[in-house]
């Protein structure tokens, strides 16, 4: 069974989904570890009440950020994670990280990339007009959201959104579509051609 590591360092919604569709069998894997850079992460105390097993990384422990990303990625293989999922994870992932994990680590965006790449993509969203925005999953590469698309859901912005109303709505997409896309994976469906991913039947 495919073992799946999970970067946090927020509230853990979307770990939660994650977790919530593997306990319904619409995705069979299983959840190794949650490693979060923030000890107070709510994603922890999520983890921790279905017994999943629990890391915190401090960056402030670390010389560096090579050192960091090298403790990161040293807990992940201790795991034997085959899949890294990045869930509200507000680090960049870094060389080695992404080298060890390439074509095996997903990230989720709140936005259609490659438009509103980065931290504030729904306020961007909104302030630039857009009529529709949404949500993507991309394998993550060293850039910053600039990975292969994976899956995309558009959602309509409505009129008198602002960036709380329409990130509610964005998150209740992310919910359905970050555990489809792991599905794929984990299914062996998923094959990067360039920046193309094919989805295979």
Do not use: C, W
Not at 24 to 52: C, Y
Not at 153 to 161: I, K, L, M, S, T
């Amino acid at each position: 069974m495919i073992s799946i590591g999970i970067l946090a360092s927020g509230s853990g919604t979307n770990m939660e989904a994650i977790a919530r569709a593997i306990d319904d069998g619409e995705v069979p894997a299983r959840i190794a570890v949650v490693i979060s850079d923030n000890p107070d992460a709510f994603a922890l105390e999520r983890a921790r009440r279905r017994k999943i097993p629990t890391t915190v990384v401090l960056p402030s422990d670390y010389a560096d950020r090579a050192s960091y990303d090298h403790a990161v990625t040293a807990a992940l293989r201790d795991e034997g994670v085959d899949l890294v999922v990045l869930a509200g994870y507000m680090k960049l992932a870094g060389k080695e990280l992404v080298e060890e994990f390439r074509g095996r680590m997903m990230n989720i965006h709140p936005a259609l990339l490659p438009s509103f790449p980065g931290t504030h993509g729904v306020g961007d969203a909104l302030e630039y007009g857009v009529k529709v925005s949404g949500v993507t999953v991309h394998f993550v590469d060293e850039g910053l959201d600039t990975g292969p698309v994976i899956a995309q859901e558009a959602v309509p912005v409505e009129e008198g959104d602002d960036a709380e109303s329409l990130h509610n709505r964005i998150h209740q997409a992310e919910y359905r579509v970050y555990p489809r896309a792991i599905r794929l994976f984990v299914e062996g469906r998923l094959v990067v051609d360039g920046r193309t991913v094919r989805v295979k039947s």
